[in-house]
C-alpha cells in the first residue's frame, strides 16, 4: 500500500436508480475515474449479500463499494 | 426452536487445526432461524475460513453443503458418498446435529462450529429469549403459561422470592421476574387461585436427573424394526 503506484482494484455495487444512474450520466459527461474500479448494476444495493462482498474480496479486490 | 450461536472465528480455526480440506455443513432448521448456521452463514464462514487460512500460509480446500436437518438419517445419508475427501467436516448444526453426523459417519471427524445454547424464540429481530428446558413434566398449565422452570433464576415452583424487586429479577436487571408475570397474568385471567396451591417439590426424575431420556412409540415403529 506504501507504493505510489498503487492503484487499488476496487468492485462497487450500484444500484440501478441511482448510483448506476449517475456513473452512467458521468460517462456522458466525459468524466474518467480509475480504471481499478469495476461496476456491477444491481436492482437495488439492498440485494447486496455478505457472501457476494466476500466472494469479491476471495477473488482479489482490495475494496468493496456499494453505492445506493 | 433450538437456539445457537456461531464459535468465534478463532476458536473454529483452532478446531480445525492442520485440516487442508473441509466440508462446512449447515442445519436447514432451527440454527437456520436463528442465523447460526443455515446455508447463508455456512458460506459466510467457508469464506472467512478460505481467506484466513490462506493469509496464515496454509491454504485450506473449504467445500459448503447445507442439508434441510441434521438430525435425521434420512437427510444426512446422501452426503455419505462425498465425506471420504475431507480431512474435517465442520458442522454448523445443533449439538444433535453434530452427533447425528459422527454416529453416521464414524470414519469421519465431525466437529461442532456453533454453540447450541437453548431453547426459545425471537421475541424480536434479532433478540432470541428462553422459553423452555425440556424438563419433561410440564407446569404451564399451573402457572399461567409462563414457564418458571426455564425463565426464574431459581426455577421455584412457589414464588417469587426476596430477590424479586420491580419486576426484575436479583440476579440480573435484564431478566424479567418470572413469578411477577405468573401473578400478573393470572390477575388479568381472574385466576389467581391457580396459584393458591403450593406446588411440591418437582420430580426431577423426568428431567435431566433421570439420565438421558428416551420415547419409544409402538404405535409408530416399523414392524420389521422391532
Not at chain 1, 8 to 29: E, N, Q, S, T, V
Not at chain 2, 90 to 115: H, K, W, Y
Not at chain 2, 173 to 187: F, K, N, S
Request: with cysteine.
Amino acid at each position: 500500500m506504501s507504493d505510489p503506484n498503487f492503484e487499488p482494484k476496487i468492485l462497487a455495487f450500484c444500484c440501478r436508480h441511482c448510483a448506476y444512474a449517475a456513473a452512467d450520466l458521468a460517462g456522458g459527461m466525459r468524466i474518467p475515474y480509475p480504471t481499478g474500479l469495476r461496476i456491477i448494476e444491481v436492482p437495488c444495493s439492498g440485494r447486496v449479500e455478505v457472501t457476494e462482498v466476500l466472494h469479491a474480496f476471495e477473488h482479489g479486490v482490495d475494496g468493496v463499494m456499494v453505492a445506493g | 426452536m433450538i437456539v445457537g450461536e456461531q464459535k468465534t472465528l478463532d476458536e473454529i480455526m483452532g478446531l480445525l487445526g492442520d485440516a487442508h480440506k473441509v466440508l462446512v455443513a449447515g442445519c436447514g432448521t432451527c440454527v437456520t432461524v436463528s442465523f447460526a448456521g443455515g446455508e447463508k452463514e455456512v458460506g459466510i464462514l467457508a469464506s472467512q475460513l478460505r481467506m484466513r487460512s490462506k493469509l496464515e500460509g496454509h491454504p485450506m480446500e473449504v467445500d459448503e453443503v447445507t442439508v434441510q436437518r441434521q438430525c435425521e438419517w434420512e437427510y444426512i445419508d446422501p452426503l455419505a458418498p462425498r465425506l471420504g475427501e475431507y480431512d474435517v467436516i465442520l458442522s454448523l448444526a445443533c449439538g444433535i446435529g453434530v452427533q447425528a453426523m459422527n454416529e453416521r459417519f464414524p470414519d469421519s471427524i465431525t466437529l461442532p462450529g456453533v454453540n447450541t445454547v437453548f431453547l426459545g424464540m425471537p421475541v424480536e429481530q434479532g433478540i432470541w429469549e428462553e422459553r423452555c428446558q425440556a424438563c419433561g413434566d410440564c407446569i404451564l398449565g399451573l402457572t399461567a403459561g409462563i414457564c418458571p422452570i426455564a425463565r426464574c433464576s431459581k426455577q421455584l415452583l412457589n414464588g417469587p422470592c426476596g430477590g424479586s424487586q420491580n419486576g426484575v429479577c436479583e440476579v440480573n436487571p435484564d431478566i424479567p421476574c418470572a413469578w411477577q408475570l405468573i401473578w400478573e397474568r393470572a390477575v388479568k385471567l381472574g385466576r389467581e387461585e391457580w396459584l393458591l396451591e403450593i406446588q411440591p417439590p418437582k420430580d426431577w426424575s423426568k428431567s435431566r436427573d433421570g439420565g438421558p431420556r428416551k420415547i419409544v412409540r409402538d404405535d409408530l415403529r416399523l414392524a420389521d424394526m422391532e
